[in-house]
């Protein structure tokens, strides 16, 4: 099993600033990428930004490109997430979430086997 917490999360004006932080524990040798995914209310969960924790192959949803940067901190078990111009389109729920390999694209939900218990993020205008 694989522990996720996410961190960092908050309310920020339009054009603000935020990052995120998702720590992992556990049998994490067994996961080769990770990845956030938001829910806004009344919406599905979308896929915003994944990275892969070797070579650190990175994926962003195109509504994010630009102004989101996903890293990782190898030695601490760590997923970050920057976000710049934030609009208040982008607030929701944020999830972290990782996955073993298997044939599913990066942006798959359906991909990631462990989640964590998700960080709101609140933009306002």
């Known amino acids: 099993q694989v522990q996720l917490e996410e961190s960092g999360g908050g309310s920020v004006q339009a054009g603000g600033s935020l990052r995120l932080s998702c720590a992992a524990s556990g049998r994490t040798f067994s996961t080769n990428a990770m990845g956030w995914f938001r829910q806004a209310p009344g919406k599905e969960r979308e896929f915003v930004t994944a990275?892969?924790?070797?070579?650190?192959?990175?994926r962003y949803a195109d509504s994010v490109k630009g102004r989101f940067t996903v890293s990782r901190d190898k030695a601490k078990n760590t997923m970050y997430l920057q976000m710049n111009s934030l609009k208040p389109e982008d607030t929701a729920v944020y999830y972290c979430?990782?996955?073993?390999?298997?044939?599913?694209?990066?942006?798959?939900?359906?991909?990631?086997?462990?989640w964590g218990q998700g960080t709101q993020v609140t933009v306002s205008s």
């Open positions: 990275i892969t924790w070797s070579w650190g192959i990175t």
């Open positions: 979430a990782a996955r073993r390999p298997k044939g599913y694209g990066l942006g798959e939900p359906r991909g990631y086997d462990y």
